[in-house]
């Protein structure tokens, strides 16, 4: 198994990997400001699921909990089951497990990237505080499953839904490829986290939540590719790599997009604008994932002419311009999109389009508005392009 990854790991980056010239453009403008949120991050503890716990969990204080952002107390009946009000988030929710998954994701991003940019060891062995807490000390750690995610009071202790939450962790296993690539990531770190993500990996696609959520027909169905397909590169799945491979062909593509590269079951959402932001940079990080040179998915057509780059100039002009969006404003959170998208930055290191990079310049590359951060999961370009 360990040969297997290391030369998934080879092939990965000698497929996908940009040029030295590509990196450094990438890099200049984040540059300055990933250092100094890493020099932050060097002094910061870990901080897991077990740090914080709520009596509406059914499981122990090793189990994720998170609860359904747009379910409500029923007026007619506070006491009875909630009820749901689409794209509006309750703020009385338990968030506490979310935003410690996000602060680890972000910490990790931040200190690799960090590390590629210096090659300063000092941000590589700040990592493993963090990767410990939560994959290998048994004091801390999260337990490999989301049996309680997103649960609705009075309907469900949780759901499949639930495991969008753990899109925060693809960065953390890409983080780890390339300390682990980069000969810096302690093996005894390297075996106990790819352990742990094995296992989640046979939770995701044997247990009926993740098997619901790998067939969800919208932005859930593409979230869990995307996770699966991350944590299988760790983890050395090749069954799972192919089969996240198939969905994006036979199923994503010709099943979410249109022909003229919008997402239909987007834009029927109330919040149209942001959720096929989210879906195309889902879609967008399959492609980097999962291409090589034998199999490029950011070159792949269906044989109705739907491929990467049609959702890309079908989006295109309302981030440069949103006053154009044709289509109903987002219920919450309207002012707030877009920022600088990984799509763009992806697209551009593979098309080589600069009017990619020129779109994705100006825009936020740090946002820290909360629900913006929970739906921008590839926040680091410079662990994926670098």
Not at 326 to 354: G, N, Q, S
């Amino acid at each position: 198994m360990k040969s297997f990854h290391i030369i998934l790991i080879a092939a990965l980056l000698a497929s996908c990997s940009p040029s030295g010239q590509v990196g450094k453009k990438v890099a200049a403008p984040l540059k300055d400001k990933v250092l100094q949120l890493a020099e932050a991050n060097l002094a910061e503890k870990p901080v897991t699921v077990t740090a914080a716990s709520t009596d509406r969990s059914s499981g122990s204080i090793h189990d994720f909990y998170s609860e359904g952002d747009y379910w409500w107390p029923n007026p007619e009946d506070p006491d009875g089951p909630y009820i749901r009000r689409d794209g509006e988030t309750n703020p009385d929710n338990f968030v506490a497990h979310r935003h410690a998954m996000v602060r680890f994701s972000q910490i990790v991003g931040n200190l690799t990237s960090a590390y590629l940019l210096t090659g300063q060891k000092k941000y590589a062995e700040a990592v493993v505080p963090h990767v410990k807490a939560w994959f290998i000390d048994p004091e801390t750690m999260m337990n490999p499953n989301l049996l309680y995610a997103q649960a609705i009071k009075g309907v469900t202790p949780g759901r499949g839904i639930g495991i969008i939450d753990t899109i925060h962790l693809i960065e953390v296993s890409q983080s780890l490829i390339r300390l682990h690539e980069a000969g810096v990531l302690p093996q005894d770190v390297y075996e106990g986290s790819r352990k742990w993500f094995a296992d989640y990996l046979d939770w995701l696609t044997t247990h009926k939540n993740g098997v619901d959520e790998m067939n969800a027909k919208n932005n859930h169905g593409t979230c869990w590719a995307l996770q699966a397909a991350s944590f299988a590169q760790y983890a050395g799945r090749q069954d799972i790599v192919d089969l996240c491979k198939d969905r994006y062909k036979n199923i994503f593509l010709p099943t979410q997009m249109a022909t003229d590269g919008s997402f239909p079951q987007e834009l029927a959402r109330t919040k149209p604008y942001g959720y096929s932001l989210f879906n195309l940079d889902a879609m967008a990080g399959l492609c980097q994932i999962l291409s090589t040179k034998e199999d490029d998915l950011w070159d792949y057509t269906t044989p109705d002419g739907k491929n990467m780059r049609k959702a890309i100039e079908f989006i295109l002009p309302y981030i440069k311009d949103k006053s154009a969006w044709p289509y109903a404003h987002d219920v919450m959170y309207w002012d707030e999109w877009p920022v600088a998208h990984p799509t763009l930055i992806f697209a551009w290191a593979r098309y080589k389009d600069d009017s990619y990079y020129e779109a994705w310049l100006p825009f936020d590359h740090f946002p820290t508005n909360e629900e913006v951060v929970r739906n921008l999961p590839l926040r680091n370009p410079v662990i994926w392009l670098y």
